[in-house]
Structure formats: C-alpha cells, structure tokens
C-alpha cells in the first residue's frame, strides 16, 4: 500500500578517489543521521562509490563495481537494517557486457535493487571513460510512490524527466555531482515544476583534484518551491516531507498535444536543425536587434493607439524584429467570447497598422491577435515582414483553460525565414510544455517569441530561462501588464545570464510601454553545444523517447 506521505533524505557528502571503503563508511555514517530524522528514503550523490575524476578509462575501470559488489552489498545491509530505501550514484561494470557505466540504483527495505538506470546525457569528462546508458527511463512502484532516476547532466534534458512523467512518476530521484550552483537554483525547479513531480537531489560538495562541487542538494515540490536545501559548501543531511497528492494538483499533463511532438523522435540528422548547423554564416549579416514591446490594449481610452504608437518608438530605435504581448489587441488577458469576437472585428485593421509601422522602418513583427477563420475563432500571432507582407501564422497550440470554450487550437510549430533570423512562436499557455520550444529548436529555429500574459511567478522565473539555454535560442519573452504576474518582459541569449537568477539579473519591469531590447548573434543560436563535446540536441536519445508522442496518460 503507497504511503499518503513519508519523510526523504539527501546527503551532500564527498567520496574519495579510489577509497570505496571510506566512502562506504561515509554512507553508513549519514545514513545512521537520516533514520534519525526520520527519512524512509536516503538519496546519495553520483558516483558516491568510487569518486568522479579518473586518472584515464583503465582507472575508472579497475574502480568501477557490478551490482553485486562490495558497495551495492553494503546499501543493501542498511536497508535491512533500517527498513528503508536508498538510492546512490555508482560507477558500476555492467556484468552483462562488461562495459561501464555512470549508474544510478534504489534498493527497497528488503536490500533488493528495485530500480537500475544508466546516465544518458553524458557530459565531457563522462565522456572520456562512461558508456552512453542503455536502460532507458524506467520508474518502479513501490510504497512510498512511483519512483524514476536520473543522473546530473540527465536533469538538463527536459525529455528525460518528461518520459518519467509520463510514466506516472511521482518522486524523480537526482543523484548528482553539480559543478554549478543554477543546477540546484534554476533546472530542479524547473522540472519539478514543468512535471508536477517531487525532485529529491543529492550532491557533493568539496574539491575533487580540478573539480569543485559547490553542493545545492535539494528536495523540491512539484509546485517548484524548495522544500530542503543543504547550504553551499557544507556537509550533511536534509529532510523534507513527501505529499503524494501534490502531484495531482499540480499536473498538467493531460493538456499536452503529443500530436504536434513527432519531430521529438526523429533522429537528428533527419531534423531541419541539422544540416542547418553546417551553414555558414557571414558574422556582420548575423547580427540583429529585437525587442519585446511589452504594450497593448487596455481598458483605458485610447491605449492600442498608443501601443502602435510604442512600437513605432522601437522600431525608431533600430529594433528589427519585435514581439508583443498576447491578445494584444484586447483590453483583457483572459479575454471570453464575445471579447474575442469583438476583436476578431478588429483584426484585420489592426494589422495593417502593423504593416505601415514594418514598412516604414525595415523590421519584422510579431502580433497577436485573435483572428475568426470560417466559424472558429483562433488565437493567433501573425509575423509580419519589412514590406509589410505576412510572412506567416502560428495558431496557439496549447489552449489556456479559461478559452477552450470559444477558441481553435493549432496544429503545428511552423519556423519562418526572416532576414533577421529563422523566428519561432509560442502563445501563452504554449509556454508550459517544453516540447513547444524542443519542437521550434529541432525545426532549427534562431529566434522564439513567446508572447504571454503571465499567471505566476515561475513562468518568468523557473520556465523561461531553461527555454532559451536547453535549446540554444534566443527567447523574446513580451508579457501583458494586467494579467495576474504583470510585466517583466525581457530577452534570454542562448547562454543564459550570469548569475543564473533572473531576478537579479534582469529585475522585472512592471511599467506598460517598456522596450526591451537585446542585440541577439545568429551564430550563438546555431552551435548547440554547452560544453565541448554536449550538444543539447544532437546528444539526445531518442530511441528512449516513446511516451513523449505516446497520447496516453
């Protein structure tokens, strides 16, 4: 029977290099402290047996143990001992082939392995002495709740953390060496959030030879707030309570439309993306300024005047392709039927505003509007180009709740060729679902709009800042001022800000009529490689990657 709570542990420790005795000393001892606050579950860091930074392949090997020796065998005597389940990162011989493995495995209260995962996103030093994993993202039931694992640089992949999701995962078990502190900040929020699943992250802290793990274990909720952290640069144990039911109220899951996902599969030489990283660019044409206009209609007399009056400013100011907020054409966020229909009315002249404004300043925009096609009303964001032609439509994909009654949803994550950039769009709610974006990426996109009128916090905070870095685009992000988290429209780079809190780093702008511009390098947006050697999207498994386009859940 599945437990309606139970208390989870993470351990920030430091294995040594080559010592599995000290390190299994190290398990013992904060296991021991766990079970005294209480914890059924005790999460420990990646390779906690064996150390991470290896001399050369041989030396990970001769290190490296199968699920029967000494380490594994040890957990397994805790478990039994103390009744509860622990999951740890291993440097395991896989017996069947001999290869090795960066692995991850939880064993239940009887010290019987339950659950073997293989990391798959192998970062550049893994690379030098790890197989790619072959196990897939398999989940386990047990009574604490549906359990999946991942390993470190697996959290920076939204498919992995999605496909356990989707497989009815409650609790995503984190075993990890972070070399950064946004991993523990930004990415497991995220994916708590983006999943409505609980994240119990363990980490080291310390220095291994050239390595410095500045720590961040972390237990999360599926609302994206952080439940447990252990401080920076220290040592031991922190618990929190696991709630199962919160998965439940904060999943969205059923919304999504794995209809329009099928590029998530293709190989990635079958892409649009990838014979596109082999063109070259010249660097003084790959240049341009964007800008999110964060203006539109409001109830006031007057005010889509002045918006197109705002965006003319803009575009004055040498902005090139400009994104506005969602609806931008009625004076509500959330707009019912008859708003819709009355704008819909409105449509047509409202894009030929649009039009005067491109042709007389050279530049591309980005309106949203609501348009009526036959008897449907679609909410749509029309890219208009320097001649004022239209260039193209996308045709929101993700309905929000509150419009489903009276709006037609889209169908596709159409790409637009523009002379400042290949341009992408996402309409609101669209913003929820990593895969809009992993879509537009894998269509090779530059450059994504995502004109939204903003509900909470995180979507600026947790949600927009992972689209731009785990696709290596350009995010316009153009909010309205009266939704429910007002303003703070801003542009991400591909590499993100440093530091890594958008709250500090680009402090929200709250007033109506703000530009925010961004001079925005074509050339970052078509080399996906984090590291050397990690491209976030030719590195991709996506043999694994059956429950993204599977329509159940």
């Known amino acids: ?10 351990v920030q420790t430091l294995a040594v290099l080559g010592d599995i005795e000290h390190n299994i000393n190290l398990v013992r001892h904060y296991t021991q402290e766990a079970v005294r606050q209480g914890a059924k579950l005790v999460v420990f860091p990646e390779c906690m047996n064996t150390g991470y930074l290896f001399d050369s392949a041989q030396h990970c090997a001769d290190l490296a ?13 805790l478990c039994c001992r103390y009744e509860i389940y622990i999951a740890s990162g291993i440097t395991e011989k896989d017996i069947s082939n001999g290869k090795i493995y960066n692995s991850g495995v939880l064993l239940d209260p009887q010290g019987k392995v339950i659950l073997h995962y293989q990391k798959q996103f192998l970062a550049t030093h893994d690379q030098n002495w790890f197989e790619v994993g072959n196990k897939g993202c398999p989940v386990v039931d047990t009574e604490l709740g549906r359990v999946g694992l991942l390993i470190c640089f697996d959290g920076r992949i939204p498919e992995i953390a999605r496909c356990l999701a989707l497989q009815k995962a409650e609790i995503l078990i984190d075993m990890a060496n972070f070399f950064v502190m946004d991993r523990a900040e930004m990415w497991l929020p995220a994916r708590a959030y983006e999943n409505g699943v609980w994240i119990v992250a363990a980490t080291k802290a310390g220095v291994e030879r050239s390595i410095y793990y500045p720590g961040g274990s972390s237990i999360v909720a599926p609302t994206g707030h952080v439940m447990a952290q252990i401080p920076y640069d220290t040592h031991g144990v922190a618990t929190a309570e696991i709630r199962l039911d919160a998965c439940q109220l904060h999943r969205n899951l059923s919304d999504r439309r794995p209809d329009t996902y099928q590029i998530l599969r293709k190989p990635f030489a079958k892409t649009p993306l990838a014979p596109l990283l082999q063109q070259p660019l010249v660097p003084e044409q790959a240049i341009a300024k964007v800008a999110a206009v964060q203006s539109h209609a409001i109830s006031e007399p007057a005010s889509l005047e002045a918006a197109f009056e705002m965006i003319g400013h803009a575009a004055k100011l040498g902005a090139k392709l400009i994104a506005l907020p969602q609806h931008f054409n009625v004076p509500t966020w959330s707009p019912n039927h008859e708003e819709a229909k009355a704008a819909s009315l409105q449509a047509f002249k409202h894009l030929q505003q649009a039009a005067k404004i491109t042709k007389s300043y050279g530049c591309a925009l980005i309106l949203p509007l609501i348009e009526q096609v036959a008897d449907a009303l679609i909410p749509t964001a029309v890219l208009v180009g320097v001649e004022g032609e239209v260039i193209g439509r996308y045709h929101q994909v993700h309905l929000e709740p509150e419009i489903r009654a009276w709006a037609k949803p889209g169908n596709s994550f159409p790409v637009f060729e ?14 929820y679902f990593p895969e809009s974006t992993r879509a537009l990426a894998l269509n090779g996109v530059d450059i994504i709009a995502w004109c939204c009128a903003w509900q909470h916090p995180f979507e600026r905070e947790l949600l927009a800042v992972p689209k731009a870095v785990d696709n290596r685009v350009y995010l316009i992000c153009a909010n309205r001022t009266d939704c429910p988290y007002p303003g703070g429209s801003f542009v991400i780079s591909p590499e993100g800000f440093d530091p890594w809190d958008v709250k500090l780093a680009a402090p929200p702008v709250k007033r109506h009529g703000a530009v925010m511009p961004m001079h925005v390098n074509l050339a970052l947006s078509r080399q996906k490689q984090m590291i050397p050697k990690v491209d976030m999207l030719r590195n991709r498994l996506v043999d694994t990657f059956e429950p993204l386009v599977s329509s159940s859940f």
């Open 1 to 10: 029977m599945v437990k309606a709570s139970f208390r989870a542990a993470v």
């Open 418 to 431: 523009t002379p400042f950039g290949r341009i992408g769009i996402i309409l609101g709610y669209d913003g």
């Open 65 to 77: 143990e199968t699920l029967s020796g000494i380490y594994v065998s040890a957990i397994a005597d």
